[in-house]
Antibody
């Protein structure tokens, strides 16, 4: 059974870089049917898709965050990572990693999620 | 702002049927998936490929679509269904995912 686990600092100072890692267990990250994504949720607000990465390294990003976000993959460690530069208090959120799966009918959906990790940027 | 529009809040009497909607032009081309999020928990996939339920999701949850609108229907709502529900789909390019703003479901 596939399992995803986020890890990283719980607090980041303003203007610094937020770095998180998602470790995938129970299956290979180099699956042809899977992208690997990051989603965040500010306190009391809805879900925001940040972006995703394919095992080849191909990435897609939310245009609202493009320029500050980098997502990368390490197939040797079965991990993928998120970096957000120049953070502000508005980046305070629960950050989730998830598998973005494409099935045989070419439907996309996020079927496996990590439990989430809270990152706070003090104002 | 999201290109997928959901009603912020919906309520349903215990045991009754409720339909949650998600509107957006991209839904004419791409299917919606639906996620349930209880307070303090990660989202859980409840519907994918417009109408398919993952294993372990009760059959009172169903999905459908018409034109630019996707629907999540709960037939015989239970107290444990009280949660936030989010739709998700692809944008017009097919490469970027997006979430609706979420619907808070209250079971009375």
């Amino acid at each position: 059974q596939l399992h995803l686990q986020e890890s990283g600092p719980g607090a980041v100072m303003p203007s610094e870089t937020l770095s998180l890692t998602c470790t995938v267990s129970g299956g290979p990250i180099s699956s042809s049917s899977s992208y690997w994504g990051w989603i965040r949720q500010p306190p009391g607000k809805g879900l925001e898709w940040i972006g995703n990465v394919y095992y080849s390294g191909r990435t897609y990003y939310n245009p609202s965050l493009r320029g500050r976000v980098t997502i990368s993959v390490d197939t040797t460690k079965n991990q993928f990572s998120l970096k957000v530069t120049s953070v502000t208090a508005a980046d305070t959120a629960v950050y989730y990693c998830a598998r973005d799966y494409m099935d045989d009918l070419l439907y996309y959906y996020m079927d496996v999620w990590g439990k989430g990790t809270t990152v706070t940027v003090p104002s | 702002s999201s290109e997928l529009t959901q009603d912020p809040a919906v309520s349903v009497a215990l045991g009754q049927t409720v339909r949650i909607t998600c509107q957006g032009d991209s839904l004419r081309s791409y299917s919606a998936s639906w996620y349930q999020q209880r307070p303090g928990q990660a989202p859980v996939l409840v519907i994918h490929g417009r109408k398919n339920r993952p294993s372990g999701i009760p059959d009172r949850f169903s999905g459908s679509s018409s034109g630019n609108t996707a629907f999540l229907t709960i037939t015989g709502a239970q107290a444990e269904d009280e949660a936030d529900y989010y739709c998700n789909s692809r944008d017009s390019s097919g490469n970027l995912a997006e979430f609706g703003g979420g619907t808070k479901l209250t079971v009375l």
